[in-house]
């Protein structure tokens, strides 16, 4: 009797151990379940890199082109804003170029647009002036290079001096008022004012 309670007990002890086995597996198979349904629907994962995420999958830098140089170029050399010249330039989407996009691609052309197109204009009236013989082109160019100024309308020019009419004209008649104020206190009187006389009181 004694064996036989020995194999009952034994036989009991070891169907204990297979039914904790199976209900662990279980329980673990419930886990993942929960797992998996709470990793579907949790927001997904964001990760900062150096330098911020880039906008959209796949975004390729600004690339600029030989004819959107010149186009800025040359908007710089007419006098456009940088907000006027970014109208002018778009990126792949169709869209505007942003101010910062502009001054960091077309740095050279920004500097260089004016200066060139004084350069060209300026060359161009030369060769009109000299190759052409264009008067008008030749005095706007002594004018303003060579700081050439027309002489008075009013000035007359002999032979060794020249004297301005205007001046001359007032510094005679300043002259004349002095002669008058002499010959007047010479002879008791006093002026109010230039050009009028008064007679002296006598007291």
């Known amino acids: 009797?004694?064996?036989?309670?020995?194999?009952?007990?034994?036989?009991?002890?070891?169907?204990?151990?297979?039914?904790?086995?199976?209900?662990?597996?279980?329980?673990?198979?419930?886990?993942?379940?929960?797992?998996?349904?709470?990793n579907q629907y949790a927001p997904p994962r964001v990760t900062?890199?150096?330098?911020?995420?880039?906008?959209?999958?796949?975004?390729?830098?600004?690339?600029?082109?030989?004819?959107?140089?010149?186009?800025v170029e040359k908007a710089a050399a007419f006098g456009l804003t940088h907000n006027q010249i970014c109208l002018l330039i778009q990126k792949s989407n169709g869209e505007p170029i942003e101010r910062?996009?502009?001054?960091?691609y077309f740095q050279a052309e920004l500097g260089a647009g004016k200066p060139k197109a004084i350069a060209t204009v300026a060359g161009a009236l030369y060769n009109n002036a000299v190759a052409r013989n264009n008067v008008t082109a030749q005095m706007y160019?002594?004018?303003?290079?060579?700081?050439?100024?027309?002489?008075?309308?009013?000035?007359?020019?002999?032979?060794h001096v020249?004297?301005?009419?205007?001046?001359?004209?007032?510094?005679?008649?300043?002259?004349?008022?002095?002669?008058r104020r002499r010959a007047a206190r010479e002879a008791?009187?006093?002026?109010?004012?230039?050009?009028?006389?008064?007679?002296a009181t006598t007291h």
């Open 188 to 199: 008791g009187t006093d002026f109010t004012r230039i050009g009028e006389v008064k007679p």
């Open 141 to 159: 160019f002594l004018s303003r290079v060579a700081k050439w100024t027309d002489a008075p309308a009013t000035t007359i020019v002999d032979q």
């Open 48 to 71: 900062e890199t150096v330098g911020g995420a880039r906008e959209g999958p796949g975004r390729k830098a600004f690339a600029p082109t030989s004819a959107q140089r010149n186009i």
């Open 100 to 104: 910062t996009t502009l001054t960091k």
């Open 162 to 179: 020249t004297v301005d009419v205007e001046a001359h004209a007032a510094a005679e008649e300043i002259l004349a008022e002095l002669d």
């Open 1 to 38: 009797m004694a064996g036989i309670k020995g194999k009952s007990g034994g036989a009991r002890r070891g169907a204990g151990r297979k039914s904790n086995g199976w209900h662990a597996e279980i329980k673990s198979r419930e886990d993942k379940i929960k797992r998996r349904k709470a």
